[in-house]
C-alpha cells in the first residue's frame, strides 16, 4: 500500500514573497529618507518603533521569554544589524572607499543566495542538492541583468557589499534554527530591540542628529519602514522561514532586489529594458527549481515506475 503523500503548505512561501514585495516597494522610500536623516539616526527610530510595536501588540507573548529565546534575538539582531550597515556602507561610501552603484549594490547583496546552500553545508554539515544549487546561481544571474547595467569593475563599496550579502547569508540560516525551538514573534521582537540599540549606538558615536529635525514627509517615511518594513515584513520573513528551507528561503527572499528595480520603473526614473524581462525570466525559473526540484516533469514518473517495476 503506498502511503499518501503529505502536501507541502504554500502559506509560508507567500509570506516571504509578501515580504520582500514590501521591502521592495520601500526602497525608494529609504533612499528620500537617507538623503534628510543620517543612517544610524533613521534605523535607530525605525527599529525602535518596530519593536515597540511588537512588543505592545503582542504582549502576552512575554510570559515565554526564556534565556534560548533572548540568545537568539540578540544573535538574529546583530546579524541583521552588520548586513544593514554593511550595505548602506557600500552604496554611500565609508572614508576612503568609493560606495558602488545601487545597482552594484543589490547584486552583489543577492550573493547570500549562493552562499547559503554552502553555509549550510560548512556548518551543519548538511550538503546541498543540485536543485539548490543551481536555483541560487540562475537567481544571482537573474539579478545581475535586472540591477546591472554595464556597471563593471570592483570599488571598496563592492566589497563592503559583498560583507553585507555574507551577513544576509548567516541571518537567514541562523532564523532558520533558532525558530525551531523558540517564539518567532518574541525572536523578532528581539532582534528589533538589539537593532535599535546597536543603531543608538552608532548615533552616540558618529553623533550624527537631524540638524533641522525631522520634517512631516520624512516622518511619513519612517512609520511606513517602521510599521510595514521592518514589523509586518521582517514578522513574515521570520515565520515564513520557520517552516521553509534556508535555501529555498534565500531565493525567495532575493525576490526584494527585482520588485524594488519593479516599483522604480512604475514610480520612479527607471526604464525597462530586455536585460531586465530576462532577469525576471531567470529568477522565476530559480523559484520554480528550488520549490519544485522538476517534481512536476514527467520523466521523473516514467522513472519511478521503472524502479517499482
Known amino acids: ?102 545597482g552594484k549594490n543589490a547584486f552583489f547583496t543577492a550573493v547570500y543566495c549562493i552562499l547559503v546552500p554552502f553555509f549550510i553545508w560548512l556548518l551543519f554539515h548538511k550538503r546541498p542538492d543540485v536543485y539548490n544549487v543551481a536555483a541560487a546561481f540562475l537567481c544571482v544571474a537573474g539579478i545581475g541583468l535586472v540591477s546591472l547595467s554595464g556597471e563593471f569593475g570592483l570599488v571598496g563599496g563592492d566589497l563592503l557589499t559583498i560583507l553585507g550579502g555574507v551577513m544576509f547569508a548567516l541571518h537567514i540560516i541562523m532564523v532558520s534554527r533558532y525558530t525551531e525551538r523558540s517564539d518567532v514573534i518574541l525572536l523578532t521582537t528581539l532582534q528589533f530591540a538589539t537593532m535599535a540599540a546597536l543603531s543608538w549606538l552608532g548615533v552616540l558615536l558618529t553623533g550624527e542628529v537631524p540638524a533641522q529635525g525631522i520634517a512631516w514627509a520624512d516622518w511619513a517615511r519612517i512609520v511606513y519602514l517602521a510599521v510595514f518594513s521592518t514589523a509586518l515584513a521582517m514578522l513574515f520573513q521570520n515565520i515564513g522561514q520557520a517552516h521553509t528551507p534556508p535555501a529555498a528561503a534565500a531565493v525567495l527572499l532575493s525576490l526584494e532586489a527585482p520588485f524594488g528595480v519593479l516599483f522604480s520603473v512604475l514610480f520612479g526614473d527607471e526604464r525597462p529594458t530586455a536585460a531586465m524581462y530576462c532577469g525576471f525570466g531567470l529568477i522565476f525559473c530559480a523559484i520554480i527549481l528550488s520549490e519544485t526540484k522538476l517534481s512536476f516533469l514527467p520523466r521523473k514518473k516514467f522513472f519511478q515506475k521503472g524502479v517499482d517495476k
Do not use: H
Open 1 to 102: 500500500m503506498t502511503q499518501a503523500k503529505t502536501k507541502t503548505p504554500i502559506w509560508p512561501q507567500l509570506l516571504m514573497v509578501c515580504a520582500t514585495l514590501i521591502w521592495g516597494s520601500s526602497f525608494l522610500l529609504m533612499s528620500q529618507a537617507v538623503d534628510n536623516i543620517p543612517v544610524f539616526y533613521l534605523l535607530a527610530v525605525r527599529f525602535s518603533l518596530g519593536a515597540g510595536l511588537l512588543a505592545v501588540v503582542f504582549w502576552k507573548k512575554w510570559r515565554r521569554l526564556d534565556r534560548a529565546t533572548l540568545k537568539g534575538g540578540a544573535v538574529l539582531g546583530l546579524l541583521m544589524e552588520g548586513a544593514y550597515i554593511f550595505q548602506t556602507y557600500g552604496l554611500n561610501g565609508l572614508g576612503a572607499w568609493q560606495g558602488t552603484t545601487p
